[in-house]
T-cell receptor, first 116, second 110 residues
Framework: GAGVSQTPSNKVTEKGKYVELRCDPI?????LYWYRQSLGQGPEFLIY????????DSGLPNDRFFAVRPEGSVSTLKIQRTERGDSAVYLC??????????????FGPGTRLTVL | GQQVMQIPQYQHVQEGEDFTTYCNSS?????IQWYKQRPGGHPVFLIQ?????EVKKQKRLTFQFGEAKKNSSLHITATQTTDVGTYFC??????????FGKGTRLHILP
């Protein structure tokens, strides 16, 4: 079956602009995660959804970042007033079980965000 | 805050030599997962360790979880060119926070 997909694969924007990054998890996966990965670093946890609700958003760096998952499937990560420091690869992952953070996470290919 | 440290940051080995990467947490972990990320790719799940002192093997890969559940290692026997990539550990703490290490980048010399 299809894996996790993310769009766009690349996004170049100007400082101060608003961007939306989309994640389509594996069909039937209840849990969805967003991470941010900078060059030479490991993925940095941002937010975790169980179904439609954000079970843990403690990794969001500030209030410019927001994520939704209105129907418990597709998720959108929204970044307002982008800053150059937001440039990174944004990774989405999904897992089958909700409420079990130890379940295998399947990562998407990521969206490379560049803020000029 | 809690940190998960990985060493070494880089490792160059001759093809056929063994390779080991180590992961250390400042606090006790509920479990630890290992991922491999090929250049230009995304992390791919390898394995999860849960029990104190657990050892798991996948062909040439051996994974260990320390007795205190604060450290882990990944050992590759007789490396091959297909082993190239960055290996990440990801620890889950008692608050269900998942923290990735910075990874160990493995280069294979032919």
């Amino acid at each position: 079956g299809a894996g996790v997909s993310q769009t766009p694969s690349n996004k170049v924007t100007e400082k101060g602009k608003y961007v939306e990054l989309r994640c389509d998890p594996i069909s039937g996966h209840t849990a969805l995660y967003w991470y941010r990965q900078s060059l030479g670093q490991g993925p940095e946890f941002l937010i975790y959804f169980q179904g439609t609700g954000a079970a843990d958003d403690s990794g969001l760096p500030n209030d410019r970042f927001f994520a939704v998952r209105p129907e418990g499937s597709v998720s959108t990560l929204k970044i307002q007033r982008t800053e150059r420091g937001d440039s990174a690869v944004y990774l989405c992952a999904s897992s089958l079980l909700a409420g079990v953070r130890t379940d295998t996470q399947y990562f998407g290919p990521g969206t490379r965000l560049t803020v000029l | 805050g809690q940190q998960v440290m990985q060493i070494p940051q880089y490792q160059h080995v001759q093809e056929g030599e063994d390779f080991t990467t180590y992961c250390n947490s400042s606090t006790t972990l509920s479990n630890i997962q290992w991922y491999k990320q090929r250049p230009g790719g995304h992390p791919v799940f390898l394995i999860q360790l849960v029990k104190s002192g657990e050892v798991k093997k996948q062909k040439r890969l051996t994974f260990q979880f320390g007795e205190a559940k604060k450290n882990s290692s990944l050992h590759i026997t007789a490396t091959q060119t297909t082993d190239v990539g960055t290996y990440f550990c990801a620890g889950m703490n008692r608050d269900d926070k998942i923290i990735f290490g910075k990874g160990t980048r493995l280069h294979i010399l032919p």
